[in-house]
């Protein structure tokens, strides 16, 4: 049955890592709240903050990158770009009174389901309690 | 044109609707604006239901069409095809992933998994009233393949990928060739015996001149994707030149002072530092193991070829693609697991098939004649707790094969099998005939109450309570108990790590799709083969290794290779050139035109990469994605934050 006091989190994740990991996931059937939508993009540092606030006035609780980390196939600098943009985003939240803390981030390589998984339950957790 | 959106909503058999409403979603989706219909289907995959898009879209009914089904890492290539085979441009059709994702990530909660796939399929409808027709770029492809592992199935790989005309690199981290079935005397089914075989395939693959052998080869690196990986090889050197002669290698063998434990035999032989596994075993050269040399200086006197001199080596390589045959390990039983490490004539059943090969006129084992053997069935394979739930597959066949070639060999053993259930599948049924008929003995037990080993008397005792006797407790006092072990993935070795393989639940590499896309990995271009997969037997390895030669090859068989036009595009209009986003860039894609009088930003197609990394570090939003423009994004943003 649908937990209505779930937290929806929008996931970006990544099509050639942390995607599959999610999909993983659900093979595995390691369950997380199903308030959980991802929208894959090709890398992490291709996410552009605009897309986090747009989550945030449309209703999202809460938004989590999935990120490359060092897996990423496009170069190593993924993980900085990646922390830049997250750090840019946490400012603009301030900027609008969103609590930063409902933006998180973390590298989910392409076999990392349980850690995805472990990130989903704690994030809705803390989301919960921050509604 | 406006868009006249079709929605397919696929059952999976049961694996979607039995979790989630699909029906529910089907009337959802029509109601959306630009969709004209909306269907459900037991398998969108099907012929049928391929055909049947197919005419929508011929019909003219549809002009642009949604998925929701199992994950697009396994079906968008199909779908893609759908609709370019009935004349659309694949980027007119969105994919909706609600198996993984949906029905058997929520399948604990039915209503939320519902729910979910109506929201997922909402945003694919919505993305894809954003779709429009691009065609595909062509990138330069390296037509070279690297193989990883010679044993049977890299090496029958490595040797396919030549014949087709591929340049072929074979590495092997041990120093001699054949993984396991090296290890192994005569083989089921054939008469001739591992080594036999693997000289076979060694020949095959000295004599073909596309194809480079390393030994002591290692990957440690990998950058790059389909059509285009760059690998780093570490080599370790063998100490010895090649072309050392016979005599003068076996007296610096004999004269090394060093004795370890000898892998090659199972640990139950000793080996010197200096060694081949046995003499006739490619290459031919011996190897030094600096684990273990003290470089004593004894072998140098004996042979001029030792040089200790060689250093390890690292090269780069270019490839299209990766083949991966890393094969797998024995399983090894826990101390005290059936009496393994507590008593001293309780062996696996890899060391019992070494045992068999080294001995000539009688058995013997810890200096004792074994007369009376009993075998244990499936232990590491089909445990009701823990990881290895899986039958290993080889290890009937290949007990029942051992013990008759035993029998064979040494005349008057007994045999004795401790069964869950003999699993002699197709041709091998004849092994189990054959030892029946010759009087083997065939026992058989739940899983639930294995067979015991215990010590009565210094004597090494099995006990079953038999099912075939209607439970009768059977007791055989063994002089030798031979653990059947199965197969587990192999703990070494960082390739995993590396190529960014993702392992099944039961830990061996996973295909994409074990009967649609068997070989594929979800890393483009890195393909799967052999018992690295999950337990086969020699011919299975074979096929697989088959199979994924020619997946490879179709990575690299041509000299460019169509990838997604997923390029970043630049706003004319709102750029202003600060050059942020060429800094932005790891390919260098990105350079300062003048258009018009007015500097602004230049994306080479065919160079860019589609990573996107330029687009958040544009102040003025100039950069667009294709296929994740900011509307399509938003959109899809904006359906799932609404909840119907």
């Known amino acids: 049955m649908v937990k209505k006091n779930n937290a929806r989190i929008l996931v970006f994740s990544t099509e050639k890592i942390s995607d599959p990991a999610i999909d993983m996931a659900g093979l595995l059937k390691l369950y997380y709240p199903s308030k959980v939508y991802t929208i894959a993009v090709p890398c992490s540092s291709a996410i552009k903050p605009r897309w986090i606030l747009h989550a945030f006035n449309q209703g999202f609780d809460g938004v989590f990158i999935a990120a490359d980390g060092s897996d990423c196939p496009y170069g190593e600098s993924c993980t900085a770009k990646t922390g830049i943009l997250v750090k840019q985003t946490h400012e603009l939240m301030k900027e609008k009174n969103i609590n930063p803390a409902r933006l998180k981030m973390a590298a989910i390589c392409s076999v990392c389901s349980e850690s995805f998984v472990k990130h989903m339950k704690s994030f809705n957790e803390a989301l919960q309690k921050g509604k | 044109m406006s868009k006249k959106i079709g929605v397919y909503i696929c059952r999976c058999g049961c694996n979607i609707s039995d979790y989630v409403d699909v029906e529910k979603v089907r009337a959802s989706a029509e109601k959306e604006a630009d969709v004209v219909l909306a269907k459900t289907m037991v398998f969108a995959c099907a012929d049928s239901s391929q055909k049947e898009i197919i005419n929508d879209i011929q019909n003219g009914v549809i002009n642009s069409f949604v998925i929701a089904s199992c994950s697009p890492k396994l079906h968008l290539p199909t779908f893609q095809a759908v609709a370019e085979r009935a004349g659309l441009n694949k980027y007119e059709y969105v994919h909706a992933n609600i198996r993984e994702q949906a029905s058997w990530a929520h399948s604990d909660d039915k209503e939320g998994a519902t729910a979910k796939a109506v929201q997922l399929v909402r945003a694919a409808i919505a993305k894809v009233r954003f779709a429009t027709a691009i065609e595909p770029i062509e990138i330069q492809t390296q037509q070279a393949v690297l193989v990883i592992g010679a044993g049977v199935a890299g090496m029958k790989a490595a040797t396919s990928l030549a014949k087709m005309g591929v340049k072929v690199y074979l590495i092997e981290k041990e120093h001699f060739i054949g993984g396991r079935v090296a290890q192994w005397d005569v083989l089921c089914l054939t008469e001739e015996t591992g080594k036999d075989l693997v000289t076979r395939f060694y020949n095959d693959v000295v004599m073909d001149k596309d194809i480079t052998l390393f030994t002591g080869a290692e990957l440690i690196e990998s950058s790059g994707s389909k059509g285009n990986f760059k690998v780093k090889i570490k080599i370790t050197p063998r100490y010895i030149k090649d072309f050392c002669e016979k005599e003068k290698m076996r007296r610096a063998i004999e004269v090394c002072p060093v004795e370890v434990i000898d892998d090659f035999n199972f640990s139950i032989t000793k080996r010197k530092a200096i060694y081949h596994n046995f003499p006739s075993q490619y290459p031919l050269v011996a190897v030094i193991d600096m684990k273990n040399c003290t470089r004593c200086g004894k072998c140098e006197k004996e042979c001029d070829k030792i040089d200790f001199s060689q250093k390890e080596k690292i090269i780069e390589i270019d490839v299209g693609s990766i083949l991966v045959a890393t094969g797998f390990d024995p399983y090894t039983p826990r101390k005290g697991e059936f009496g393994y490490e507590e ?302």
């Not at chain 2, 098939?353 to 244990?376: C, H, M, P």
């Not at chain 2, 390739?495 to 990995?521: A, Y």
């Not at chain 2, 086969?536 to 068989?557: P, R």
């Not at chain 2, 007015?598 to 939003?621: D, Q």
């Open chain 2, 343 to 644: 008593y001293d004539n309780v062996i696996t059943l890899p060391q019992f098939k070494r045992l068999v090969a080294i001995n000539d006129k009688e058995l013997k084992w810890n200096g004792r004649q074994v007369k009376t053997i009993a075998y244990i069935y499936c232990v590491g394979s089909r445990q009701l707790e823990g990881e290895n739930k899986y039958c290993s597959r080889y290890c009937c066949s290949t007990t029942i094969c051992a013990a008759i070639k035993a029998g064979e060999k040494f005349h008057d053993l007994s045999h004795f099998h401790f069964t869950r259930g003999i699993r002699t599948y197709g041709k091998q049924e004849m092994f189990f005939y054959e030892a029946s008929k010759q009087g083997q003995v065939f026992l058989q037990s739940f899983e639930d109450e294995p067979p015991r080993v215990m010590r009565k008397n210094d004597r090494t005792i099995v006990c079953i309570n038999d099912i075939l006797t209607n439970r009768r407790e059977i007791e055989v006092d063994a002089d030798l108990v031979v653990l059947v072990t199965g197969m587990v993935p192999r703990s070494h070795g960082r390739i995993s790590e590396i190529l960014k393989l993702p392992r099944g639940r039961d830990r061996f590499f996973n295909e994409i799709h074990m009967k649609l896309r068997p070989v594929e990995t979800v890393i483009d271009g890195v393909t799967i083969a052999g018992a690295c997969q999950g337990p086969q037997n020699v011919v299975e390895a074979i096929n697989s290794a088959l199979s994924a030669a020619i997946k490879s090859y179709s990575f690299v068989s041509r000299d460019t290779l169509q990838v997604e036009p997923i390029v970043a595009e630049i706003d004319a209009g709102l750029c202003t050139w600060c050059g942020a986003c060429a800094k932005a860039c790891p390919f260098d894609a990105v350079t300062q035109i003048n258009l018009e009088g007015k500097e602004i930003a230049s994306v080479n197609m065919t160079v860019c990469k589609g990573c996107g990394m330029c687009l958040p570090v544009c102040p003025v939003n100039a950069i667009q994605l294709k296929t994740f423009s900011d509307d399509e994004v938003e959109k899809m943003i904006g359906v799932l934050a609404q909840e119907l």
